[in-house]
């Protein structure tokens, strides 16, 4: 077992992609995963996981016979001895034209047992290699009104993409793989399908938004300016009523002082408007 101290993880590297329309234009830049696009390439491992890819893909149908499955040739051709020749007992033994073959191949399967760890891996070492060499390009979506060949072309001039180019399909993406299926120098493959050989076996990497693996992150691009607001008028602050103060002692002996007082003088009120009405 390796010690902890030496069980170091591997170095993560930061990538920017400019994303980019089907037209050409820059709209922005965004960090994507550095777990998958930021490694440091595997090379043996690459390798190993690539011969097993290839090596599944055999069909393994060829088949020869043996000296037991030829026709005929039961008998001896001539006697034992005297002859001069060779002792033979079949003309079905290698050594004889139309006779069995000697150790050909059978049908077998050639697939290689490679663990998920080791495919995932491999992938992301791939991946990795072509962001170091700055050969992936990520688009927002195709923008295909119908499949079209001529707008295909004209999307891969416009984002200046030569040589053999990956295209990874997303799920929405039927228009834009009736569009490429056309050109030669264009692979088209699903994302859920993608494997370190067809990046490998590519100049260039194209994603979309939604094809693109892992977590992105906004870095830059270009900002709209923000809508002019008017500002709001200022209200005046709302005047609360003073409370009346609360009378103290003083105030309600003065009270009780003044109630006689104005009792007495309506009784006389009252007699001055009696003697104007008469």
């Known amino acids: ?9 591997p170095e993560l590297r930061t990538v920017t992609l400019e994303r980019k329309s089907d037209s050409g234009e820059v709209l922005g830049t965004v960090e994507v995963s550095s777990e998958i696009f930021g490694r440091s390439p595997n090379v043996a ?10 090596a599944a893909r055999r069909a393994g149908t060829q088949s020869t016979k043996t000296r037991a499955e030829v026709a005929g040739g039961a008998a001896k051709p001539y006697r034992q001895k005297g002859t001069g020749r060779a002792r033979q007992g079949s003309i079905r033994a290698p050594q004889f034209s139309g006779g069995g073959v000697a150790l050909g191949p059978k049908p077998r399967s050639y697939a290689q047992r490679t663990p998920r760890k080791m ?15 700055q050969r992936l390009c990520l688009v927002d979506a195709w923008s295909f009104e119908v499949p079209k060949t001529k707008e295909a072309k004209r999307a891969l001039s416009a984002l200046g993409l030569e040589g053999n180019v990956l295209v990874v399909l997303g799920p929405e993406d039927d228009k834009a793989e009736r ?14 399908q993608l494997t370190a050989y067809d990046v490998l076996a590519s100049d ?3 994603f979309t938004d939604a094809s693109l693996p892992g977590e992105v992150r906004e870095v830059g691009g ?18 609360k009523p003073e409370p009346e103060p609360e009378p103290g002692e003083a105030g ?6 003044e109630a006689p007082a104005a009792s007495a003088e309506a009784p006389a009120v009252a007699e001055e408007s009696e003697e104007d009405s008469k």
Request: no cysteine; proline share 8%.
């Open 204 to 206: 260039w990497v194209v």
């Open 1 to 9: 077992m390796m010690p902890t101290e030496l069980r170091k993880r």
């Open 252 to 257: 309600v002996a003065e009270a009780l002082e």
């Open 222 to 239: 270009p900002k709209e300016p923000a809508a002019r607001k008017e500002p709001a008028a200022k209200k005046a602050p709302a005047t």
């Open 45 to 54: 491992l690459m390798h190993q996981v690539v011969t097993a890819q290839l």
């Open 179 to 192: 569009s490429f299926a056309n050109l030669p120098e264009v692979e088209l493959i699903d994302a859920s």
């Open 119 to 133: 495919t995932r891996l491999a992938l992301y070492s791939a991946l990795s290699d072509r962001a170091a060499g």
